[in-house]
């Protein structure tokens, strides 16, 4: 779905519409999440969406698609892929590497993950094949799921008040945020390299 579609439905539908992208967006049906939070902070700032209603949409429908997608690593993960998964070079023992790497990382993989595509589908599915403990996957899910929309959310409405952006090119953002976060790391590394 392409972000002008996006856009009308969420114009449209408005709260339901917000609330199924953000939980199909973290499932792993294509969805354009990054996009969405940061235009639906856009659409906050221009009075089209009202402001409570839409950040309770966003996250509860992200933390909703990563209990959907926990209980559906946790139900059919391992079976599948156990299956499945030599034809697509995941051997058993390769599973078992991976499900012990994810298990010694898994607290900032599921609190940090958000950040970066595709572990954050799929953060939540190894968290369920590994059992991590309901309780701490949704405490660290509940609070990855505050800090990853917040500033989606704040940007939109802030760059929303302050230019008059088309919301086409909302779908820019993610990928700002990534530079963004990648420059962040990269400096992080060359700091802690300098000290050590």
């Keep these: 779905m392409g972000i002008d579609q996006a856009i009308g439905y969420v114009q449209q539908y408005g709260y339901l519409i917000i609330f199924l992208?953000?939980?199909?967006?973290?499932?792993?049906?294509?969805?354009?999440e990054e996009s969405m939070v940061f235009?639906?902070?856009?659409?906050?700032?221009?009075?089209?969406?009202?402001?409570?209603?839409?950040?309770?949409?966003?996250?509860?429908?992200?933390?909703?698609?990563?209990?959907?997608?926990?209980?559906?690593?946790?139900?059919?993960?391992?079976?599948?892929?156990?299956?499945?998964?030599?034809?697509?070079g995941l051997t058993k023992s390769?599973?078992?590497?991976?499900?012990?790497?994810?298990?010694?990382?898994?607290?900032?993989?599921?609190?940090?993950?958000?950040?970066?595509?595709?572990?954050r589908q799929l953060s939540p599915y190894f968290a369920g094949m590994t059992k991590v403990p309901l309780p701490l996957f949704a405490g660290l899910s509940l609070m990855g799921t505050v800090l990853w929309t917040g500033p989606f959310l704040v940007a939109g409405y802030v760059l929303g008040k302050l230019f008059d952006i088309d919301p086409a090119?909302?779908?820019?953002?993610?990928?700002?945020?990534?530079?963004?976060?990648l420059v962040y790391l990269l400096?992080?590394?060359?700091k802690r390299k300098n000290r050590g």
Excluded: D
Aim: net charge positive.
């Design 169 to 181: 090119y909302a779908s820019y953002a993610g990928i700002l945020f990534l530079a963004v976060y």
């Design 21 to 32: 992208l953000a939980l199909f967006g973290i499932v792993g049906i294509p969805a354009p």
């Design 39 to 88: 235009l639906t902070g856009m659409l906050i700032a221009e009075n089209q969406l009202g402001a409570a209603g839409s950040v309770a949409c966003t996250i509860s429908g992200v933390f909703a698609g990563m209990l959907v997608a926990y209980f559906g690593g946790r139900w059919i993960g391992t079976p599948l892929l156990r299956k499945v998964g030599g034809w697509v």
């Design 94 to 119: 390769r599973l078992e590497k991976l499900e012990s790497r994810f298990s010694e990382r898994r607290g900032p993989v599921i609190l940090f993950g958000f950040y970066l595509p595709g572990f």
């Design 187 to 190: 400096a992080a590394r060359t």
